[in-house]
């Protein structure tokens, strides 16, 4: 199964802010759209970093709350890991794993084109292997 597979069920939204959004503005982002991260692209329109919870609370942590006036960019992860759309889930799983992170913006071309959590990953995965075990039973009993 593909991460193409994944982004047409769930959808290709991507909630993103600038580089030099405040830190405080990304916050009301993730807050209003309930989601873990948010792309920081570029003014060509390329993803420049990912700014996720965690980013945010270690800088609070480091800075205190006057991280909140900082730009995205002093806290965001820069460069992203990626994936592509031909992406197996089984691969973006193990990267995912491996690399500790639980986002992954989707690109094509250099564009974004979605953003792909673990928790999208282990439900694709999951469904994958209920259909394999129903299959099964399916040819078992037949």
């Known amino acids: 199964m593909k991460v193409e597979h994944i982004l047409t069920v769930k959808g290709s939204d991507v909630y993103c802010v ?28 390329r993803v420049a970093g990912i700014l996720s919870e965690r980013d945010v609370v270690r800088a609070i942590r480091t800075r205190g709350v006057s991280a909140l006036n900082d730009k995205v960019e002093t806290c965001m992860t820069a460069n992203p890991f990626t ?49 394999e075990a129903a299959a099964l039973k399916e040819y078992i009993a037949t």
């Open 18 to 45: 600038s580089p030099t959004s405040t830190v405080a503005e990304a916050v009301d982002l993730l807050g209003e759209k309930n989601v873990g991260a948010v792309i920081a692209k570029d003014e060509n329109g």
């Open 83 to 131: 994936c592509s759309l031909e992406a197996t889930v089984n691969d973006v799983m193990t990267e995912m794993t491996e690399k500790r992170i639980r986002h992954m913006p989707v690109v094509r071309d250099g564009a974004l084109v979605g953003l792909v959590s673990i928790g999208d990953v282990v439900k694709r995965k999951i469904q994958e292997t209920e259909e």
